[in-house]
C-alpha cells in the first residue's frame, strides 16, 4: 500500500524472488465522511489471498495496520510511518488539537506540477516532477479524508509481531519518536523509492522470518 496520495509505481523497483506474487494495492476515494472502518473494508476487497503479506508505505502503513485487525496476516511490515498515535510528531498531535489540519489548501494539490513550468531551480524542477511522477492522487475530498485521519489516528500501541522499517533522516515522521524499528541508516521518508536496493536485498527474510539474517 503506497503512502498518502501516492500511486503503486513507488513500488516498481522492488524486485522480489519469483515464488513471491505483488500485488499493488491503489487508493479509493473515500466517501463523504466515511469511517476508517468502512474503507477498510472496501479496500479488503482488492486483498484476494488468504494470509498475506501486508507492506505499507507512510500512511499506506497505518491502513495496512488497520487491515491486519480484521484479517489473519502471515506478516505486516511498515516502512517510513508509525506503529500508533504515540509516535507522530508534535506538529501533527498539535493540528489534531488545534484542528488546523482542516484549513489545509488540498485544492492545490493537483497544480504542483505546474512548477516544472515556473523560472525555478533546477532542485524545485526535479522535486516537482517526483511529486507529479509519483503523487498522482490529487482529489480534495481524498486528500481531506487522508490528513484527517493519518493525524487524527487512534491507536494505543503497536500491533503484536509487527516488523517497522525506518530511515534515520526520515523528516516526516522523524526518528527520535520512533520505538522498536529496524534503521535504515540515511534513509528518508522516501526510501522506498531511492533506497530499494536495501529492501531488495532484505525482504525476503523479513518476510520469511520476520527479522534481518546477516549474510
Known amino acids: 500500500m503506497p503512502g498518502m496520495a501516492a500511486n503503486p509505481s513507488i513500488f516498481e523497483h522492488i524486485k522480489l524472488p519469483e515464488k513471491y506474487v505483488i500485488h499493488w494495492l491503489k487508493w479509493k476515494i473515500p466517501y463523504h465522511n466515511e469511517c476508517m472502518h468502512s474503507y477498510i473494508t472496501r479496500m479488503l476487497e482488492e486483498v484476494v489471498h488468504p494470509n498475506p503479506v501486508l507492506i505499507g508505505v507512510s500512511f499506506g502503513g497505518v491502513i495496512v495496520q488497520e487491515m491486519a485487525k480484521l484479517i489473519p496476516v502471515k506478516r505486516l511490515i511498515l ?3 508509525v506503529k500508533s498515535q504515540h509516535e507522530l510528531p508534535a506538529r ?9 489540519y482542516k484549513i489545509l489548501p488540498t485544492s492545490l494539490a493537483g497544480r504542483i506540477g505546474d512548477l516544472e513550468k515556473l523560472p525555478v531551480g533546477e532542485f524545485t524542477k ?3 516532477h ?7 492522487v490529487s482529489d480534495k475530498q ?3 479524508w487522508a490528513i484527517q485521519k493519518m493525524v487524527c489516528w487512534e491507536q494505543e500501541s503497536p500491533l503484536p509481531n509487527t516488523i517497522h522499517i525506518h530511515g534515520d533522516s526520515d523528516l516526516i515522521f522523524p ?3 520512533i520505538e522498536n524499528c ?3 541508516e540515511g534513509g528518508t521518508h522516501i526510501m522506498i523509492i531511492n533506497r530499494f536496493r536495501w529492501f531488495n536485498k532484505h525482504l525476503p527474510s523479513l518476510i520469511e522470518e520476520g527479522e534481518l539474517v546477516k549474510n
Open 182 to 184: 529496524i534503521i535504515v
Open 130 to 136: 517526483l511529486y507529479k511522477q509519483y503523487l498522482s
Open 142 to 144: 481524498y486528500l481531506d
Open 92 to 100: 501533527m498531535k498539535l493540528a489534531r488539537k488545534t484542528g488546523l
Open 79 to 81: 516502512i517510513s510511518t
Open 175 to 177: 526518528i527520535k519518536n
Open 126 to 128: 526535479k522535486r516537482a
